[in-house]
């Protein structure tokens, strides 16, 4: 069921600018709907900025300390703290502290469970969405709420890199218990792309592994016992629960916020005379050095959500656009990598850096295991003639690859995008 395309805009910052130079409607039999430029975009343009319906940070993320707002999952820590605790020296001290955005000052705890919000807007929104129905008040600590339990079964099973999480489902769960009219709220999540049933098994053998397929079920009740609401009947049976988890799975966009990263954005947008700006430079490299010495390539705080527009580009292996989030928060950018002409589609790649240089046997068995098509863009097509092996490199690295591309493969590449 596709929104109304009044409400395929809504959630963007300047909607009537998007729904001006944008349309979505069927592209190519198998893809279903797609987005369609209706004016000319200029490489490098902001195509739209998008905010989600719903979106949740991850679990193990939280717990190894990556503070953000509960809301829009802005980072909590400035610059120099973070660039402190990621490459383990307390001592560190940032220069150019005024390009960090972040001012702590403007926190607000939820005066009942003290999760942290970077503002007054952001915790009144989140009050007002769903956090009546989450809010653990003083049974925050308190391992037997079931709420508690729910975050702990998900924990033990889906460990990271983390590609979903199941506070994503809670949460829709509770925007629509919250909700006045709550069969909008349910029509708005059922517009994200369906599947069969054995589809939807596929996908959420991906989401969990080999080893965790058949605690699907506890899950399931933990789900239940948490969150169960009598206008949601169908998302608690085991045939409803798996399609929600299939919804997040195929849908899911990846977020990843980061103040270090604005930081280093300002940084680079100074404007200072070449000693200075060698020396900065080299100071800024060698952070990363240290950071990755200590902390590994795990440096945003991350997260995933549901983006209404966003939602309707399909891949390409040589995309025209990509999403970030450059405002260190939930707001997601799509900007034209290339010219995008009148009538010409919007494609972003569900495929990471290292698997779009890959043979095209190779790109179609990642989109065939984690998103279940055949890709037939202008790459793919081109290469249809060469031979189905891989190279070299992707053997020696075939068991990582399979074991972390899998469906978190979108969402890793673009959380880096900050």
């Not at 100071?283 to 945003?300: A, H, M, P, S, V």
Request: some cysteine; overall charge negative; hydrophobic content about 35%.
């Amino acid at each position: 069921m596709a929104a109304p395309m009044d409400e395929m805009f809504s959630r963007c910052s300047q909607p009537r600018a998007a729904a001006a130079r944008l349309h979505v409607h069927a592209a190519a039999r198998a893809k279903g709907k797609g987005l369609f430029a209706t004016k000319a975009i200029r490489k490098g343009e902001t195509i739209f900025v998008e905010k989600p319906l719903v979106s949740a940070q991850f679990l193990w993320n939280a717990l190894y300390k990556y503070k953000a707002c509960d809301h829009c999952m802005r980072s909590l820590e400035t610059a120099e703290e973070n660039s402190r605790r990621l490459s383990g020296n307390p001592a560190l001290s940032l220069p150019h502290p005024e390009q960090c955005t972040v001012r702590k000052e403007l926190l607000h705890p939820c005066p009942m469970c003290q999760v942290l919000y970077c503002s007054t807007d952001c915790r009144q929104a989140a009050l007002k969405q769903y956090h009546q129905v989450l809010c653990l008040g003083p049974s925050v600590d308190d391992p037997q709420h079931p709420l508690n339990k729910l975050q702990e079964g998900w924990r033990n099973m889906h460990y990271p890199p983390e590609t979903a999480s199941i506070m994503l489902l809670a949460r829709m769960v509770a925007m629509v218990k919250q909700a006045k009219d709550k069969e909008h709220w349910k029509k708005l999540f059922s517009q994200f792309c369906s599947r069969t049933a054995n589809e939807e098994e596929e996908i959420v053998h991906k989401l969990i592994g080999d080893r965790f397929k058949g605690q699907l079920e506890s899950l399931r009740h933990l789900f239940t016992d948490a969150l169960y609401d009598d206008s949601l009947t169908q998302w608690f049976t085991r045939e409803g629960f798996r399609s929600l988890f299939a919804l997040v799975g195929t849908n899911g966009q990846g977020i990843g916020t980061s103040s270090l990263s604005q930081w280093v954005h300002g940084c680079d947008a100074l404007e200072l005379a070449a000693p200075l700006r060698e020396e900065l430079d080299g100071f800024i490299d060698q952070l990363y050095k240290d950071i990755e010495r200590e902390t590994g390539e795990f440096l945003n705080c991350e997260g995933s959500g549901l983006y209404t527009l966003q939602s309707c580009c399909n891949h390409s292996c040589v995309p025209n656009a990509e999403s970030s989030f450059p405002e260190n928060n939930f707001l997601l950018h799509l900007t034209a990598l290339q010219d995008i002409e009148e009538g010409e589609e919007v494609c972003i790649t569900y495929l990471d850096c290292c698997q779009r240089e890959r043979s095209r046997h190779s790109r179609h068995r990642v989109l065939r295991e984690n998103y279940l098509f055949k890709c037939s863009c202008p790459k793919c097509e081109s290469q249809a003639g060469d031979p189905d092996v891989s190279s070299e490199e992707e053997n020696e690295g075939e068991a990582e690859a399979g074991a972390v591309a899998g469906a978190g493969a979108k969402l890793e590449d673009e959380m880096t995008e900050v």
